[in-house]
């Protein structure tokens, strides 16, 4: 097998010593292939600058004393009425808008790092698996995926929760790529079955099932599953 190399993109909050991207990077690099993280900087609002938090902190708290305001002059459901149609605009004009810019923009991140790099298989957990699934899906790519709990329905229902979260539309008809999916029974945020559904939808792919593992999969890199994953996923481009 000559010299290969991978593309990490990463999840939300993810840097690059973080442990799954750092382990991998020494498997990989151990091996004599490349290995390349994509610092992508998503955001989950549309202010992503230093002050993001700052902003939509307070357009929450006067979401909030606006509810407690008419609580107190108008009436209980007056003051509830007002902090839900308050918290929703926010959510919508806030998250919403965010998540969408910021997706699009890691997507164009991701898409001209495959074209720098011309990596031999892409590897991504949470949002940047969702965005592998994403080059697939849109730029029908056969690399080999190795796709650690990807939030792609999530980042469907927080760019739009009136619209119900729908698989890939490449479906059985994608070009054909491995594709191993690895997640855990208890993820808080990436239910099980939407990965399930996915590997269901998607041509030549494998499900690994862990346990107790929650959202960030760290036990997967301590048991070596990752690893072993990932250098077989290079491997197969061989095959």
Partial sequence: MGRKSVLYLHGFQEDEVS??????????????????FVPLGMYLTRWHSPIRYGLSSGVGLCCLLAGA?????????????????????????????????????????????VEEHQPDVIAGFSWGGALA?????????TRP?????PAYHLLQRLRDPLVEPRPPTCGKNAPHGAAVFIHSDDDPLVPMAETEALAEHLPNTTLHRVEG????????????????????LLRCTDC
């Fill in 145 to 149: 995926l190795l796709l650690m709990a």
């Fill in 69 to 113: 305001a008419a609580w107190t002059l108008l009436g209980p459901w007056w003051g509830v009425g007002l902090y839900a149609a308050s918290m929703f605009v926010l959510k919508n004009s806030v998250i919403r808008t965010g998540v969408s810019r910021s997706y699009e923009e890691t997507y164009a991140i991701a898409a001209a790092a």
């Fill in 213 to 232: 593992q929650g959202h960030p999969l760290w036990g997967t890199v301590e048991s070596g599953l990752l690893q072993k994953t990932l250098l077989d």
């Fill in 19 to 36: 442990p799954k991207p750092a382990h991998l990077r020494a498997v990989v690099e151990g091996a004599g292939h490349a290995f390349h």
């Fill in 133 to 141: 699934l994403e080059l697939k899906n849109r730029r029908g790519d």
